[in-house]
């Protein structure tokens, strides 16, 4: 069970928009420690694509977007396209366990 | 270009040891806070370990006392020493830069990873 928790899937037809949800608790994103989301295709290493809550890496397209409140944190991604199909992980760091920890993923299907 | 490449991983009886190495190139491993991040086989990513600049490091509880990070010079490549190996311990490792300055904790430089395989 990861301390942040994320749906396991999500879908959205070309060209609309999915928001991925990452959840938290007062000891990880409610103690006020940042988000950071993670791109990741099938065989192949994770890619920074949000740090700070809402910061974009040189490189990562501006239909990638994040956003913190509390405890949650949400990744959303507009316009849609087929090379958007890839595992989505959230991440931060958790005060108790005096660890950064990563949500389960959440697989973004594009019909 | 800035990257890191992962070796030393392979086959190990449980209960065996090995050590992963994690080589830099466009950057100073001892400059930087340096993390170990595995993936089991079909599963979600596990943070490891991680040594800051400063020397400090942490482990993750299901490796703690038996994992070891570390970076000994501004030469050297990032180890993790892991003993006493468990067939839980079967995932993909990526070594992985945090990223300069602020935030971090976000990991900005990943490798390609090495595969570790523990048998029973």
């Known amino acids: 069970q990861s301390v942040l928790t994320q749906s396991p899937s999500v879908s959205g037809a070309p060209g609309q928009s999915v928001t991925i949800s990452c959840t938290g608790s007062?000891?990880?994103?409610?103690?006020?420690?940042?988000v950071h989301w993670y791109q990741q295709f099938p065989g192949t290493a994770p890619k920074l694509l949000i740090y700070?809550?809402?910061h974009r890496p040189s490189g990562v397209p501006d239909r990638f977007s994040g956003s913190k409140a509390g405890t949650s944190a949400s990744l959303a991604i507009s316009g849609l396209q087929a090379e958007d199909e890839a595992d989505y992980y959230c991440?931060?760091?958790?005060?108790?366990?005096?660890?950064?920890?990563f949500g389960g993923g959440t697989k973004l299907t594009v019909l | 270009e800035v990257q890191v490449e992962e070796s030393g991983g392979g086959v190990v009886q449980s209960g065996g040891s090995l050590r992963l190495s994690c080589a830099a190139s466009?950057?100073?491993?001892?400059?930087?806070?340096m993390t170990w991040v595995r993936q089991a086989p079909g599963k979600g990513l596990e943070w490891v370990s991680i040594?800051?600049?400063?020397?400090?490091?942490y482990y993750a509880d299901s490796v703690k006392g038996r994992f070891t990070i570390s970076a000994d010079n501004s030469k050297s490549p990032l180890y993790l020493q892991m003993n006493s190996l468990r067939v839980e311990d079967t995932a993909v490792y990526y070594c992985?830069?945090?990223?300069?300055?602020?935030?971090?904790?976000?990991?900005?430089?990943w490798g390609r990873g090495t595969m570790v395989t523990v048998s029973s």
């Open positions: 992985a830069r945090g990223r300069p300055g602020d935030y971090y904790d976000a990991f900005d430089i």
């Open positions: 466009g950057f100073t491993i001892a400059s930087s806070h």
């Open positions: 040594v800051y600049t400063g020397g400090k490091t």
């Open positions: 007062s000891s990880n994103m409610g103690a006020g420690f940042d």
């Open positions: 700070g809550n809402h």
């Open positions: 991440q931060s760091y958790d005060i108790s366990l005096r660890a950064s920890v």
